[in-house]
């Protein structure tokens, strides 16, 4: 491909206020991206080469656990497993039809925003990989569950993407056994924890740590309300917090230690109903005293109350009072609420003992870029033959995972493209075109990479080549061949970007020499 061919814009600006990361300025410098209107970016030819060979990857991969393609219309008001999952009912009478299938589609669709730092990663339309398995038993759904997981890191370790598959929240009630997969980015707007010993993997909100607090055998002090000290740090490891919330008309006090974090997605998952905080002004309408004066020692019978696991065994704690400038002292939680739940009901904090006991917990930033989940859907019952599918659902956002990809493999000049992804294997450059020898050395070289199945981008412009190497620093290729003033010698410089190997080699010794280097960069 010659380089003049391409729709290269000669584009240097940069794209507002949020563009903090460099491989976003990269990819509009080098041509990958051009801004279209607020949120809505155009891929440019380069751009939709790297989609393409991930695409051609993606569908490699899909190959081998046969599954097939299908395309639903863009506009369609229909999502593509309610539309598979009537299709199959009706066609489970014919014979031709088996389960287990598995069925896939690539398709461009709007999505919501998120406000993260990267104007790239708040565009409003993604290209998004779909796949479907429908199974007649959980026990099938499950075995072919874990081998779209092992496909989609095999898809993303040969992207040379660093990424992480979690464990996530179930959305609707239908699903189970959700995940996530997270490419790690410090500009990422998702939190997740991993543990230093094991597999542990879990996005924030549904984390779990190992409780700590071991019982005590001390004796009860009398509880005691008083004014609080003018001096005292009231987050130290006695202290407690409480939340007021309610679940429709039902009050519940939720108490948990004060230097935690309430996590209200536990709360609902445990209560399974959707939880409010009570506002201060509803105070007197739940709990029969205004917020003011709430004593704790006078509640209505009906109240719930919740504990954090590591508030179960506190003994003589310290809780602020809703009455200003008070506190309540020598809190025992079995003793004063005999009746409360204790779950785990709060966010964990870094360096949290995992859940089984054998690691630390850390906390690390990343972006979404695909979901994996189960769910056991009943097809229309007005259908004849009404069946029941166990169905996993697997999406890849190959939009946000290219972006992810150039983000990862961006330095202080340019990106490096993975080279299974690269738009091109090779980038050819001669010096001067004004030179005979470098301009037949250069169609050599390209017909003999050419028979070796290289893709090559061939720098066919009259610039100079402090230029033209500049802009393929930006463009990223694995692999530079220059042609400069030996090519009357028939010696060509070849460059190997990801080892950093430079080294002069005749045109006859071009492959030999080129498979070792690459073969040493691995």
């Known amino acids: 491909m010659k380089q003049s061919s391409l729709l290269i814009p000669d584009s ?41 060979n991930i695409k051609y990857i993606v569908t490699e991969e899909l190959e081998k656990l046969s599954a097939v393609e299908f395309q639903l219309p863009v506009q369609s008001s229909v999502l593509g497993e309610e539309y598979l999952t009537k299709f199959l009912s009706k066609e489970q009478n014919n014979t031709s039809v088996e389960i287990p299938i598995h069925l896939y589609q690539i398709q461009t669709a709007l999505v919501p925003t998120t406000d993260v730092k990267s104007p ?44 992480q ?37 879990a996005k924030l909100d549904i984390a779990t740590r190992l ?38 008309k039902q009050p519940i006090i939720l108490f948990y230690k004060a230097k935690d974090r309430l996590n209200l997605t536990k709360v609902r998952q445990f209560l399974d109903g959707k939880v409010m905080e009570v506002r201060k002004v509803d105070t007197q309408k739940y709990f029969g005293q205004p ?9 209505p019978e009906n109240i719930w109350y919740l504990g954090d696991l590591e508030v179960e065994n506190m003994t003589n704690a310290n809780l602020l009072s809703p009455i200003e400038g008070t506190y309540y002292k020598n809190v025992n939680p079995l003793r004063e609420f005999t009746n409360a739940k204790f779950a785990d009901f709060v966010y964990v904090n870094e360096g949290d003992t995992a859940p089984d006991g054998t690691g630390e917990l850390h906390l690390k930033k990343g972006m979404k870029i695909g979901k994996l989940f189960q769910k ?41 493209w993975p080279i299974e992804v690269a738009p091109f294997d090779v980038h050819l450059i001669p010096e ?54 030996k090519a009357v010698e028939g010696i060509v410089e070849l460059k190997i970007a990801a080892s950093k190997a430079n080294i002069e080699v005749r045109k006859e010794e071009l492959m030999d020499t080129l498979e070792i280097l690459l073969q040493t960069a691995e």
Request: charged fraction near 25%; hydrophobic fraction near 40%; glycine fraction near 4%.
């Open 12 to 52: 240097h600006a940069t794209l507002g206020t949020k563009g903090e990361d460099p491989s976003q300025l990269f990819l509009v410098n080098a041509g990958f991206l051009s801004a279209f209107q607020e949120q809505q970016y155009v891929f440019l030819p380069l751009a939709m080469r790297v989609i393409d």
């Open 120 to 163: 790239f990663l708040t565009n409003v339309e993604s290209t998004f990989l779909d796949v479907f398995s429908f199974h007649d038993s959980q026990k099938s759904l499950q075995e072919n569950y874990h081998q779209f997981e092992k496909m989609f890191e095999r898809i993303l370790k040969r992207c040379e993407l660093a990424f």
């Open 165 to 201: 598959s979690v464990l996530a929240l179930d959305e609707k009630p239908e699903e189970k056994d959700t995940k996530e997969l997270i490419a790690l980015s410090d500009l990422g707007d998702e939190t997740f924890v991993t543990s230093t010993v094991g597999e542990y993997r």
């Open 211 to 248: 409780s700590t607090t071991k019982k005590s055998h001390a004796t009860f002090l009398p509880l005691v309300h008083e004014a609080l000290p003018s001096e005292i740090d009231t987050t130290s490891d006695n202290w407690l917090s409480y939340r007021l919330l309610r679940i429709g």
């Open 291 to 299: 917020l003011a004066s709430l004593d704790f020692r006078r509640l």
């Open 376 to 416: 056991r859907l009943l097809d229309d019952s007005t259908l004849k033959g009404e069946k029941r599918f166990n169905i996993g659902h697997y999406q890849l956002d190959l939009s946000r995972l290219f972006l992810m990809i150039a983000h990862q493999h961006s330095h202080e000049s340019g990106i490096l």
């Open 432 to 485: 001067n075109l004004g030179d005979a020898y470098q301009v037949q050395l250069a169609k050599e070289v390209e017909m003999i990479l050419a028979n070796q199945e290289y893709e090559v981008l061939l720098d066919d412009r009259e610039l100079i080549i402090d230029e033209k190497i500049r802009e393929a620093t930006l463009i990223g290729c694995p692999i530079v061949i220059l042609i400069g003033k």
